[in-house]
Protein backbone atom coordinates (compact mmCIF):
# COMPACT_ATOMS: atom_id res chain seq x y z
CA UNK A 1 0.00 0.00 0.00
CA UNK A 2 2.88 2.72 0.76
CA UNK A 3 4.67 1.69 -2.29
CA UNK A 4 1.54 2.25 -4.26
CA UNK A 5 1.11 5.84 -2.55
CA UNK A 6 4.45 6.62 -3.62
CA UNK A 7 3.95 5.84 -7.19
CA UNK A 8 0.89 8.22 -7.08
CA UNK A 9 3.05 10.74 -5.48
CA UNK A 10 5.67 10.32 -8.09
CA UNK A 11 2.66 11.99 -10.71
CA UNK A 12 2.84 15.31 -8.71
CA UNK A 13 5.38 16.69 -10.26
CA UNK A 14 5.24 15.62 -14.00
CA UNK A 15 1.72 16.68 -13.43
CA UNK A 16 2.74 20.35 -11.99
CA UNK A 17 5.43 20.39 -15.19
CA UNK A 18 2.95 19.59 -17.80
CA UNK A 19 0.77 22.24 -17.01
CA UNK A 20 3.35 24.66 -17.00
CA UNK A 21 3.75 23.72 -20.33
CA UNK A 22 0.27 23.28 -21.75
CA UNK A 23 -1.30 26.22 -19.27
CA UNK A 24 -4.33 24.23 -19.01
CA UNK A 25 -5.13 20.31 -19.35
CA UNK A 26 -9.11 18.41 -18.98
CA UNK A 27 -9.63 15.98 -16.36
CA UNK A 28 -10.30 12.99 -19.06
CA UNK A 29 -6.81 13.90 -21.21
CA UNK A 30 -4.89 13.32 -17.33
CA UNK A 31 -7.35 10.18 -16.18
CA UNK A 32 -6.06 8.60 -20.26
CA UNK A 33 -2.60 9.52 -19.13
CA UNK A 34 -2.50 8.04 -16.31
CA UNK A 35 -4.89 4.94 -16.36
CA UNK A 36 -3.53 3.78 -13.47
CA UNK A 37 -5.06 6.10 -11.58
CA UNK A 38 -8.84 5.85 -10.90
CA UNK A 39 -11.05 9.44 -11.19
CA UNK A 40 -10.94 9.30 -7.72
CA UNK A 41 -7.14 9.34 -7.06
CA UNK A 42 -6.66 11.34 -9.27
CA UNK A 43 -8.88 14.53 -8.18
CA UNK A 44 -7.51 13.63 -4.86
CA UNK A 45 -3.88 14.51 -6.47
CA UNK A 46 -4.98 17.27 -7.96
CA UNK A 47 -6.98 18.49 -4.79
CA UNK A 48 -4.03 18.26 -3.30
CA UNK A 49 -1.61 20.63 -5.34
CA UNK A 50 -4.37 22.89 -5.36
CA UNK A 51 -4.28 23.03 -1.91
CA UNK A 52 -0.62 23.86 -1.91
CA UNK A 53 -1.34 26.79 -5.03
CA UNK A 54 0.34 24.69 -7.84
CA UNK A 55 -2.71 24.80 -10.02
CA UNK A 56 -6.02 25.29 -10.28
CA UNK A 57 -8.95 22.62 -10.37
CA UNK A 58 -12.43 23.32 -12.28
CA UNK A 59 -14.50 20.12 -11.82
CA UNK A 60 -17.25 21.50 -13.09
CA UNK A 61 -15.88 22.53 -16.45
CA UNK A 62 -13.66 19.18 -16.67
CA UNK A 63 -10.79 21.33 -16.40
CA UNK A 64 -7.24 21.76 -14.82
CA UNK A 65 -5.13 24.92 -15.04
CA UNK A 66 -1.91 26.15 -14.55
CA UNK A 67 -3.18 28.50 -12.49
CA UNK A 68 -6.70 29.99 -12.57
CA UNK A 69 -5.24 33.21 -14.81
CA UNK A 70 -5.03 30.89 -17.58
CA UNK A 71 -7.57 30.59 -20.28
CA UNK A 72 -7.88 27.31 -22.14
CA UNK A 73 -6.90 27.28 -25.33
CA UNK A 74 -8.54 24.99 -27.46
CA UNK A 75 -6.23 24.59 -30.27
CA UNK A 76 -4.40 22.95 -27.39
CA UNK A 77 -6.26 21.01 -26.12
CA UNK A 78 -7.57 19.32 -28.88
CA UNK A 79 -4.16 18.81 -30.10
CA UNK A 80 -2.83 17.02 -26.26
CA UNK A 81 -5.92 14.62 -27.50
CA UNK A 82 -3.43 13.55 -30.70
CA UNK A 83 -0.45 13.31 -28.78
CA UNK A 84 -2.17 10.86 -26.71
CA UNK A 85 -3.25 8.91 -29.69
CA UNK A 86 0.72 8.38 -29.73
CA UNK A 87 1.40 8.05 -26.02
CA UNK A 88 3.09 4.97 -26.71
CA UNK A 89 5.95 5.92 -29.12
CA UNK A 90 6.93 9.61 -27.44
CA UNK A 91 9.76 10.33 -26.45
CA UNK A 92 9.70 13.74 -25.80
CA UNK A 93 6.58 16.27 -26.66
CA UNK A 94 6.43 20.44 -25.73
CA UNK A 95 4.32 22.92 -26.44
CA UNK A 96 5.01 25.21 -28.91
CA UNK A 97 4.30 28.60 -30.57
CA UNK A 98 1.57 29.75 -33.05
CA UNK A 99 0.66 28.02 -35.57
CA UNK A 100 1.74 24.67 -34.10
CA UNK A 101 0.02 23.91 -30.89
CA UNK A 102 2.21 21.06 -29.87
CA UNK A 103 5.53 18.89 -30.97
CA UNK A 104 6.14 15.77 -30.62
CA UNK A 105 8.81 13.38 -31.03
CA UNK A 106 8.97 9.63 -31.83
CA UNK A 107 12.19 6.85 -32.01
CA UNK A 108 11.66 7.27 -36.01
CA UNK A 109 9.92 11.19 -36.48
CA UNK A 110 9.19 14.16 -35.44
CA UNK A 111 5.38 16.05 -35.62
CA UNK A 112 3.77 19.24 -35.13
CA UNK A 113 0.78 19.41 -34.55
CA UNK A 114 -1.30 22.40 -35.92
CA UNK A 115 -5.06 23.57 -35.37
CA UNK A 116 -6.46 24.93 -38.40
CA UNK A 117 -9.78 26.77 -37.58
CA UNK A 118 -12.51 27.48 -39.83
CA UNK A 119 -12.10 30.02 -42.17
CA UNK A 120 -8.58 30.52 -41.34
CA UNK A 121 -7.36 27.88 -44.06
CA UNK A 122 -5.60 30.59 -46.31
CA UNK A 123 -4.02 32.53 -43.71
CA UNK A 124 -2.43 28.83 -42.90
CA UNK A 125 -1.76 27.92 -46.08
CA UNK A 126 0.22 30.90 -46.42
CA UNK A 127 2.02 30.85 -42.96
CA UNK A 128 2.85 27.62 -43.26
CA UNK A 129 3.85 27.28 -46.78
CA UNK A 130 7.35 27.71 -46.20
CA UNK A 131 8.43 24.04 -45.61
CA UNK A 132 12.04 23.14 -44.61
CA UNK A 133 13.13 18.98 -45.54
CA UNK A 134 14.47 18.62 -42.28
CA UNK A 135 11.41 20.13 -40.22
CA UNK A 136 9.04 17.71 -38.53
CA UNK A 137 6.05 15.93 -40.56
CA UNK A 138 2.57 18.18 -39.94
CA UNK A 139 -0.87 16.64 -38.52
CA UNK A 140 -3.29 19.40 -39.01
CA UNK A 141 -6.34 19.43 -37.16
CA UNK A 142 -9.24 21.01 -39.18
CA UNK A 143 -12.65 22.05 -37.05
CA UNK A 144 -14.58 19.35 -39.77
CA UNK A 145 -13.25 17.44 -42.68
CA UNK A 146 -15.03 19.77 -45.43
CA UNK A 147 -11.81 22.18 -45.05
CA UNK A 148 -9.19 19.72 -46.02
CA UNK A 149 -9.65 20.42 -49.69
CA UNK A 150 -8.89 23.92 -49.06
CA UNK A 151 -5.28 23.55 -47.28
CA UNK A 152 -2.10 23.05 -49.81
CA UNK A 153 0.16 22.76 -46.65
CA UNK A 154 3.75 21.16 -46.69
CA UNK A 155 4.62 18.51 -45.23
CA UNK A 156 1.25 17.29 -43.99
CA UNK A 157 1.25 13.23 -42.63
CA UNK A 158 -2.38 13.66 -41.84
CA UNK A 159 -5.70 15.61 -41.13
CA UNK A 160 -7.31 14.98 -38.40
CA UNK A 161 -10.55 16.07 -36.58
CA UNK A 162 -10.34 16.05 -32.88
CA UNK A 163 -14.05 16.17 -30.94
CA UNK A 164 -14.35 17.87 -27.44
CA UNK A 165 -14.52 13.99 -25.41
CA UNK A 166 -11.04 13.10 -27.24
CA UNK A 167 -12.19 11.25 -30.33
CA UNK A 168 -9.43 11.93 -33.01
CA UNK A 169 -10.61 10.65 -36.43
CA UNK A 170 -7.45 10.81 -39.10
CA UNK A 171 -7.90 11.70 -43.14
CA UNK A 172 -5.61 12.18 -45.86
CA UNK A 173 -6.40 13.74 -48.48
CA UNK A 174 -8.02 10.85 -50.82
CA UNK A 175 -10.24 9.91 -47.22
CA UNK A 176 -10.33 8.18 -43.78
CA UNK A 177 -6.81 6.49 -42.44
CA UNK A 178 -6.12 3.62 -40.25
CA UNK A 179 -4.11 5.66 -37.73
Partial sequence: ???KNQQQENHLPEITRLLSMYH???LPQ????YPELTEGK???LLGRLEKTGRLALLPERGLVLYSKDCIPSPSTLAAFWVLLDFRE???FHTASDFPVALTFYTQSDAYDVIH???EKEMLMNNALSAYKEDAPRRIAIVDHAGQIPLLAIPGT???CTVTPDGKV???RKQGVTDT
Avoid: C, H, N
Fill in 24 to 26: ALS
Fill in 116 to 118: IPE
Fill in 157 to 159: AAF
Fill in 169 to 171: QYY
Fill in 42 to 44: LLR
Fill in 30 to 33: LGRL
Fill in 1 to 3: MQQ
Fill in 89 to 91: DIT
